[in-house]
């Protein structure tokens, strides 16, 4: 997602359907053989169900498993009748027992996040509601968790009026629908491994998820995501910190997941088979972040990326599954920066 993505798909709810238990290892880990971006996928029991983008609506796909996506039929659920125009980067929640799907929706500076909901995750959404977020800027990418009670809504996008760049923002919801209060700037592109490719230099795709100690993480995508530099990096909100307040969140010190040595932080290692991964979900129960995984085995994810050899374009982009463990006794360290310059807790590592 970024800007130039104005020339991006519509929005399409897919379900998939599979006995794969949560937290055991991903056997058909690699691409699924579905050409597509910007992966969301939960699983309601042992049912994943996910959204992927086509035309100008929202299809329905069901299949026994991730491969089985490409040729499974699509169904039609909702059509953007108000000729909205391009609709990026659809995200699946459940709260309160209801499905929300969130998607952006615009032209050009245009660009707002939507969502519609339903109480099936395949079929009954109604129309389309704009979410009046707070300052009413260029929005995409957003997307709903519960932390500590408290429901939130982080996105990616504008200062202002004009495409200088594209920040994470986070705001409190007092319902899945209704954002209250100001929104908060947690992120900027300002580190030099996260602004390789740029104009504009982009932090999107912001996927929240919690560690074993109770941490919250966001997850997000930086550089060009019209680039093979475009990579995965991590948020880290320290302990007892407050997800409103920068200066609480800590930065990893580089990608974690990505196609080029020099970007990734030490310790890291590039992929040997994708070039530009990014836009991560995380298979949660529920899409609950209080079903997020615990310290030790691997756990499934998917993300976009293309063919390592493939020239790197949006339209060869395909939906990949992995898997990701948590790694301890991770620091990331910081300068010039209220607070203290580091601090050490989870971080995570991405497989192929």
């Known amino acids: 997602m970024m800007f130039s993505r104005f020339f991006r798909c519509a929005v399409v709810l897919v379900l998939l359907t599979t006995t ?18 910007d992966p969301s996928v939960l699983r309601i029991g042992s049912t994943y169900v996910g959204v992927q983008s086509v035309d100008t609506g929202i299809v329905v796909r069901q299949a026994s498993s991730p491969d089985g996506l490409a040729t499974a039929t699509a169904q039609r659920v909702w059509t953007d009748t108000r000729g909205l125009g391009e609709v990026w980067a659809p995200e ?3 709260d309160g027992g209801r499905f929300y799907v969130y998607f952006s929706a615009g032209r050009g500076a245009a660009h707002r996040m939507y969502v519609i909901s339903s109480a ?10 704009k979410l009046a977020l707070p300052g009413d800027k260029w929005a995409i990418d957003g997307t709903l968790f519960t932390f500590n009670g408290q429901r939130w ?6 200062a202002g009026d004009t495409n200088v760049e594209q920040n994470l923002y986070i705001a409190r919801m007092s319902s899945p629908t209704t954002p209250t209060g100001s929104r908060y700037v ?14 504009p230099y982009i932090n999107e795709s912001p996927e929240a998820i919690k560690d074993p100690n109770g941490q919250l993480h966001v997850v997000y995508s930086a550089n060009g995501s019209w680039s093979d530099q475009y990579c ?7 302990a007892g910190g407050d997800p409103t307040y920068v200066w609480d969140w800590y930065k990893s010190n580089g990608c974690l997941f990505g196609s080029n040595a020099a970007t990734m932080m030490s310790g890291w290692h590039p992929t040997l088979n994708v070039s530009g991964p990014g836009h991560n979900t995380f298979v949660l129960l529920n899409g609950d972040i ?14 976009h990326a293309v063919a390592k050899g493939t020239p790197y374009s949006w339209s060869n982009r395909h939906w990949y599954s992995g898997t990701f463990v948590w790694w301890g006794s991770t620091t990331y360290s910081r300068a010039n920066s209220p607070g203290a310059p ?3 807790g989870f971080g995570l590592k991405f497989f192929e």
């Open 290 to 303: 209080a079903t997020s995984p615990p310290a030790g085995p691997k756990f499934p994810f998917l993300y």
């Open 120 to 129: 099936q995750a395949g079929s009954g959404y109604g129309a389309e509601t």
């Open 92 to 94: 699946i929640v459940t």
């Open 20 to 37: 794969t238990v949560l937290g055991a290892p991903s056997s058909g880990a690699g691409p699924t053989g579905l050409r597509a971006a």
């Open 232 to 238: 995965l990096a991590d948020l880290r909100l320290r």
């Open 186 to 199: 947690i992120s900027q592109p300002r580190e030099s491994w996260e602004r390789v490719v740029g104009n």
């Open 153 to 158: 809504f982080v996105w990616s996008g504008w």
């Open 342 to 344: 580091s601090d050490t």
